[in-house]
């Protein structure tokens, strides 16, 4: 200031509001010294950290700390609290060198394994704890959590449990507002572990978080271990799977007391089959293990759960696996699918390629069509079947097979629709209209989408401009984009980052080279562009007639599904919800109109497995429906939509799925994942009957 003073005058007023700036300064900069000194192991700063509340009470995990520490000596319950105040000692994302050497220091003086088992028990009481928000409190026990994880790798990294880790992160993305900074702690900290196990469980987390710094995070360590590794990221999918303890083909158990439980992989799902002190089976838990043995029985349940959402993730990778060019060598590929004792329970319900032989495992061996054992060398090459690469009547002899041996194949293979070009896509060339104009709930989509394996940005009405929806096919440098808007004016109720359009209207249908520029339109408009003008041959689109037949059924088929899964047409409720009227044309072509292809590959399978319902006589199959004789009133359910209509007016009946009967279980249905189909078949059931509904909704529709 007196440097400036001597440059010449200076206006009272200026002079003035510089010094009381420099003055206002100073509170911040002392308050700035005081976090630097805060962060260092000695000093005033220090003293101001013991002076604070080592963990805050309010949380499980929290409260359950501060019980067991009071409970000690005191002696031993001080080193613990001066554990505790150095896990909130850690400022940065990663711990320095000195924090590392004062934590050996407080691990020596308690010894690792008390430390280990304790602070794993916190963590596994955080990890099953209910969400709850991240207010001031929680805020300050994040800090000890981040420090707490970070001991682990101090302690032994091999001694850190993945599984623990794994689920850390999913409790701390899984409140509102997520706790990020804990799930990033325990992700860098499971990035440390070397092992199968550690490597199974990242690919585990980023099959499963949607939190997308997280999800950055994970595939960048997944992409360094492939890379150690010298495998590809698909590889890394499948060594990762965890095979659960299972100790033959999806099969295992356990004893809790003095009770058995054994534990089955089914199509529908894991099955528990219990058995008492005396090995007699029990319909239900044992009263036992009920009452002296909860914690464990809720821990089997979390363990059930777990596998049957592994089950369905895999499922899903299976399918994706149709549009990419994938081939294994035979005992890679029966070491990772035929003999996984989990992923061999879809494997082996699959039609697979093993060197020049179709083959489906029955009897206890690889078959081909004729019932014979396929020959099989370790040289030989093994792909995924697909109907589109086979003539019409050895997919139908498929079929026959399947259903002769009564394999429920885990998704659509044998019964796959496929999509070829059509006349107006040969002649449009460039891209394909067949599922322009069609409205869809945009949460749905986005979650059908993604799960996919496209990319989505959901649209909201403060973007400026959008991406379209893609999905990347790098084995066949190909990009294909899916064009959607945003439309109409009512927002979701739900509370979201920023305010999203409720819907979205579809567009065409293009493909791109993977590398080419990327396009972007506003959120409420279809006119992409790319986004730096470029005009050379990469930026255009590629002709539909130069991509692969059975990339473009892929492709196409996955568009059908989010029309399928999204549409407004398929929610029997969208007429009562309030919304603009403007959409109702939409709703009543699309509930009620001409079949789609999905649609008309069910109706072929609804055709041949009625003869096996007990309602088989008061149904009939025509073109677009399944009409049903009911003792009251005749029905018409749509193949496409599952929406029915009541004879003679066609007046809309609304039916939900929970209202719907269950399908008996020896109605063999050729594969899982329609639910659409279950819903017609459900329905048909009901309104045959329809004399014995109570439900005055369903047995009085309006008029």
Same mark, same amino acid.
């Given at each position: 200031?007196l ?12 002079? =003035? ?46 409260d359950?700390?501060?019980?067991? $520490?009071?409970?000690l ?9 001066d =554990? ?23 691990l ?22 209910p ?88 595939d960048? /360590? ?53 058995? +008492? ?11 036992? $293990? ?11 349940r ?12 895999q ?5 994706r696996?149709?549009?990419?060019h ?17 992923v ?9 390629i ?24 370790p ?9 589109i690469?086979?003539e ?7 079929r026959? =097979? ?11 293979q044998?019964?796959?629709?496929v ?26 989509f986005?979650?059908?989408a ?25 084995e ?12 109409g ?23 791109y ?22 005009t050379?041959?990469i ?18 088929r ?14 029997? $409720?969208?007429?009562? +919800? ?5 959409y ?14 999905a ?11 009625l ?9 009939? /199959?025509?073109?677009?429906f399944?009409? $049903? ?34 399908? +008996? ?15 017609i078949l ?22």
């Open positions: 200031m440097a400036r003073l001597q440059e010449g005058p200076v206006r009272p007023g200026v002079w =003035l509001g510089a010094v009381l700036a420099r003055l206002g300064a100073l509170p911040g900069r002392l308050l700035g010294y005081a976090r630097g000194r805060l962060a260092t192991p000695h000093g005033f700063a220090r003293a101001v950290v013991r002076r604070a509340p080592v963990l805050v009470p309010g949380e499980t995990w929290a359950q700390a501060i019980a067991e $520490v009071a409970a000596p005191p002696e031993h319950a001080r080193h613990w609290e =554990l505790l105040r150095h896990a909130l000692a850690l400022v940065a994302s990663r711990p320095a060198r000195t924090w590392r050497t004062r934590a050996r220091e407080l020596d003086a308690l010894g690792a394994d008390e430390v280990t088992a304790r602070t794993d028990h916190w963590l596994s009481t955080f990890a099953t704890a969400p709850g928000s991240a207010d001031g409190r929680t805020e300050h026990n994040d800090s000890a959590l981040r420090g707490l994880l970070w001991l682990r790798a101090v302690a032994d990294e091999r001694a850190a449990d993945p599984r623990l880790l794994g689920a850390v992160v999913e409790s701390a993305l899984g409140g509102r507002p997520r706790r990020a900074r804990v799930a990033s702690a325990a992700v860098q900290v499971l990035s440390t572990v070397d092992g199968e196990p550690a490597l199974a469980e990242i690919a585990r987390l980023a099959n499963r978080v949607s939190h997308k710094p997280t999800l950055r995070m994970l960048r /360590v997944l992409a360094v271990k492939a890379d150690v590794l010298g495998v590809s990221r698909g590889e890394i999918d499948e060594i990762a799977v965890p095979r659960f303890d299972f100790t033959a083909m999806g099969s295992g158990g356990r004893s809790i007391g003095d009770a058995q439980v054994e534990l089955t992989v089914e199509p529908s799902g894991v099955r528990m089959r219990w058995r +008492d002190h005396d090995g007699m089976a029990t319909k239900s838990v044992p009263a036992s $293990v009920r009452a002296e043995h909860a914690d464990e029985l809720r821990e089997l979390v363990f059930v759960k777990d596998v049957d959402t592994t089950l369905t993730e499922k899903t990778r299976l399918e696996l149709f549009a990419e994938r081939v294994w060598h035979f005992e890679q590929w029966r070491e990772r699918y035929l003999d996984h004792p989990l061999g329970t879809i494997a082996r319900r699959l039609i697979w093993v060197g020049v032989h179709a083959c489906v495992y029955y009897e206890g061996g690889l078959r081909g069509l004729d019932g014979q054992p396929v020959p099989v060398r040289k030989d090459d093994v792909a995924l079947w697909h109907p690469d086979h019409a009547d050895e997919v139908l002899e498929w026959a =097979l399947l259903a002769e041996q009564r394999i429920v194949q885990p998704f659509k044998a019964h796959r629709e999509y070829e070009l059509s006349e107006t896509e040969r002649q449009t060339e460039l891209f394909s209209p067949r599922f322009t104009a069609h409205i869809l709930e945009q949460q749905r986005h979650a059908i993604t799960t996919r394996g496209w990319l989505n940005q959901p649209r909201s009405t403060m973007d400026v401009d959008c991406l379209p929806t893609v999905r990347e096919l790098p066949w440098g190909l990009r294909a984009e899916l064009w959607v808007e945003g439309i004016d009512a927002f979701d109720v739900e509370p979201r980052e920023s305010e999203g359009y409720q819907y979205v209207d579809t567009e065409h249908v293009r493909f080279p993977l590398y080419a520029p990327e396009n972007t339109a506003s959120a409420a408009g279809a006119d992409y562009a790319p986004w730096d003008d470029v050379d041959d930026s255009e689109p590629l002709p539909l007639d130069h991509i692969p037949p059975r990339v473009f059924s892929e492709v196409m996955d568009v059908e599904l989010f029309v399928e899964s999204a549409s407004i047409g398929a929610d029997p $409720v969208w007429q009562d +919800d309030g919304v603009d009227s403007s109702r044309g939409y709703w009543d072509a699309y509930g009620f109109g001409e079949l789609s292809t649609a008309v590959a069910r109706r072929e399978i609804v055709r041949r497995v003869p096996r319902l007990p309602v088989a006589r008061r149904c009939t /199959v025509t073109e677009r399944l009409e $049903v004789r009911g003792d009251l009133r005749r029905y018409r359910i749509h193949f496409g939509s599952g929406n029915v209509a009541v004879a003679p007016d066609d007046r809309y009946l609304c039916v939900l799925p929970k209202q719907v009967k269950g399908i +008996d279980h020896d109605v063999w249905l050729p594969f899982e994942g329609d639910a659409v189909l279950r819903l459900g329905k048909a059931l009901l309104l045959a009957d329809d004399s014995t509904i109570t439900d005055p909704a369903i047995a009085e529709p309006p008029r």
